[in-house]
């Protein structure tokens, strides 16, 4: 199916092209891997490096090409600011905790397996926020442990 500007109001609205899919989760979730798995263009922070150049380049793609994946562990402040004029999905890949160590520990990338106990920490507190978050979150589950919420 074809998207049209019918299928975005907001994105009309403004003269844009089309949506802005933010996918939040847990460090090692696999928000990229889903994101890459969609086929679109990605805006993926690991790759920019900052979280102002990764907006940047979100909302340019999006201008450009129509529909961006924004990957982000949860949206920040200024991320929300950024596309708060946007048609936005956003979507909670949902796996487990000991996935995502499982992950984080395959995946063995410095910044996360330097300090593991800061990494996980992190994770709780990343989840704490989506648990208490009035962002309207699409979820899509990853629970390859057994474990549910």
Not at 13 to 33: A, D, F, Q, W, Y
Not at 43 to 55: H, L, R
Not at 75 to 102: D, H, S
Not at 117 to 127: R, V
Request: glycine letters at 8%; aromatic letters at 10%.
């Amino acid at each position: 199916m074809v998207k049209t500007l019918e299928k975005f109001p907001r994105a009309r609205e403004r003269g844009g092209v089309g949506i802005i899919i933010c996918v939040c989760g847990m460090i090692g979730s696999g928000k990229t891997e889903y994101a890459k798995s969609q086929g679109a263009v990605i805006s993926d922070f690991d790759a920019i490096g900052s979280k102002e150049e990764q907006i940047k380049y979100t909302l340019n793609a999006e201008k450009k090409l129509g529909k961006v994946y924004h990957t982000t562990c949860f949206p920040t402040l200024r991320e929300q600011k950024a596309f708060e004029k946007m048609e936005v999905r956003y979507i909670w890949i949902n796996t487990g905790f000991a996935q995502c160590r499982e992950n984080i520990l395959k995946r063995n990338r410095l910044r996360d397996v330097k300090n593991i106990k800061e990494t996980l920490a992190k994770n709780k507190e990343i989840y704490e926020k989506y648990r208490c978050s009035r962002i309207p979150f699409e979820v899509v589950n990853v629970f390859e442990k057994g474990e549910k919420w």
